[in-house]
């Protein structure tokens, strides 16, 4: 492993780091790729200068870091996702009339990717290509629902954004909504990006059971009401289930 290039050895930390259940310490890092410790130090405060890996000091151990989930997040964003969700979203608006998007982590946003609506409805300010941030939209919160919690707070290293005053407004808040929405199976969000509009979503999952994409139905809330909202639920996730059997994925084990 030694003579193997210094790029060789980085692709192998993030693989490591990707196939680990959570945080990883330095010395548990150089013993399963066989580097030197002084080696692993130095190759590991590189990745972090770049934004590819995260140092815990609470912990003492690392994970991904921003950069590598702006990296999936480029993978998913090219047209072999778009085609595969694109005729499902089309099914879901003719079974429920409302609007469903297409939705990825990129970083501590969610960005959309698609968007299919009845005609009659107007243009959401979720367009397809338009960023928020991730806990405030149904989107972003089915996704970070079933991120290891310390990626999660490696991602929110800022203070919390809100556009409407409500929403979490800090880690323990976004936690605890979090924790609800993994029991529960999806997520919804009331009023946190538009006034008088919610939206519910559920996550799609890759082969390693990774969240990869979110299922959203947005509506009108005076067109539903709370009641309704898990049936509107039903259909987000039965459609996250099947891009995620189109995507070879298999959804987590439950909490």
């Not at 999936?72 to 009339?97: C, I, K, M, T, W």
């Not at 707070?153 to 556009?163: E, Q, V």
């Amino acid at each position: 492993m030694s003579q193997v290039p210094a790029a060789r050895r980085a692709l192998a930390v993030l693989r490591l780091l990707a196939a680990s259940p959570g945080p990883v310490p330095a010395s548990s890092i150089a013993t399963a790729l066989g580097l030197p410790r002084s080696s692993t130090y130095h190759l590991l405060t590189a990745m972090a200068e770049d934004g590819f890996i995260t140092y815990l000091p609470d912990e003492r151990r690392w994970v991904l870091g921003v950069a590598a989930f702006e990296i999936g997040s480029a993978y998913l964003r090219h047209e072999p996702l778009e085609r595969l969700a694109r005729p499902l979203l089309r099914r879901l608006v003719d079974r429920v009339g409302e609007t469903a998007q297409l939705g990825i982590l990129h970083g501590p946003e969610t960005l959309y990717l698609l968007k299919e609506q009845p005609r009659r409805h107007a243009t959401l300010v979720t367009d397809v290509g338009v960023r928020m941030p991730a806990p405030l939209t149904a989107s972003g919160r089915s996704l970070l629902a079933h991120l290891p919690s310390a990626q999660v707070r490696a991602l929110f290293t800022t203070p919390f954004i809100t556009r409407t005053g409500k929403g979490p407004k800090n880690l323990r808040d976004l936690r605890r909504l979090l924790a609800e929405d993994a029991r529960r199976g999806w997520s919804v969000e009331d009023g946190h990006i538009t006034e008088g509009f919610a939206s519910i979503a559920a996550a799609a999952f890759d082969h390693t059971a990774r969240p990869t994409a979110a299922v959203t139905i947005t509506f009108r809330r005076e067109d539903h009401p709370e009641e309704t909202w898990p049936s509107l639920a039903d259909q987000a996730r039965k459609t996250a289930a099947t891009l995620t059997t189109r995507l070879n994925g298999r959804p987590p084990a439950p909490p």
